[in-house]
């Protein structure tokens, strides 16, 4: 009978340290912080070319081939998820992003006097838009998952233009300036704009630990269309 009890005793004490030991390797990080940058075009780039467009159109500008070109903002965003389980999680996105082009034209006024006109558009947004992600394969230290989300945008868009006179010598083919650069306030353009956005993400991949993965994403929308970062665990 002392047997019987110790067996049982003995058994109980296992059943009890498996269970205990299943439990923990299916417990994992709940919550999720990510940082990433956003490249490609963007949820904001149709109302930027709307203001480059027309105002090019009307002043005869074309890009600034020596400038730095930044069509579509550069975006920095952060994140914050929590798993429902090992596939879904909600959260949430906030990002900051930046564009800006330069533009230049001219007119012969006289044989030897030319007006020099350029513009510089530059955009700016922010946005904070809530978040769902589903994981929808899981193999290793890989994942695979889908993501959407949606929220609000706020856009500041610029376009300063100025214009500059030179006297042109046909000799050495030199541009003297014959005047400093003017700012044409009432011929320039400056908005601040909120609407809708959201970030359409088809494919996510992750690879990594529990505790930190590092991440790309394909999409479309305020994030831009390549979303590369590190998301920490805990």
């Known amino acids: 009978m002392k047997l019987l009890n110790t067996l049982s005793r003995s058994l109980f004490l296992l059943a009890l340290l498996a269970s205990s030991v299943v439990a923990t390797a299916q417990r994992f ?17 149709h109302r930027v070319n ?6 090019n159109d009307r002043y ?9 070109l930044i069509t579509s903002p550069i975006v ?5 998820h929590y798993r429902l389980n ?13 564009s800006k082009e330069c533009y230049t034209g001219h007119t012969f006024i006289t044989d030897h006097k030319v007006e020099c006109r350029s513009g510089s558009e530059q955009s700016r947004i922010f946005f904070f838009a809530p978040s769902f992600r589903y994981t929808w394969y899981t193999r290793g230290p890989i ?34 300036p014959i005047s400093d650069n003017i700012y044409l306030p009432d011929q320039s353009y400056d908005d601040i704009k909120w609407k809708p956005t959201c970030q359409l993400t088809p494919v996510g991949f992750s690879v990594g630990s ?25």
Request: proline content about 2%.
């Open 29 to 45: 990080p709940r919550h999720e912080l990510s940082s990433s940058t956003g490249l490609g075009p963007n949820w904001a780039d």
């Open 50 to 55: 709307n203001v480059v467009n027309r105002y």
């Open 60 to 68: 005869d500008l074309e890009w600034d081939s020596s400038d730095f």
């Open 76 to 80: 920095q965003n952060l994140e914050y």
């Open 86 to 98: 090992r596939q879904f999680a909600v959260g949430a996105t906030m990002g900051w992003g930046i």
């Open 143 to 176: 994942q695979l998952y889908s993501r959407v989300a949606v929220g609000v945008m706020r856009q500041h868009t610029k376009y300063d233009l100025n214009k500059r006179f030179y006297h042109v010598s046909y000799n050495d083919l030199h541009w003297t």
């Open 210 to 234: 529990r505790f930190i993965r590092f991440f790309a994403e394909l999409g479309y929308g305020c994030q831009g269309v390549y979303n590369m970062g590190v998301r920490l665990a805990y």
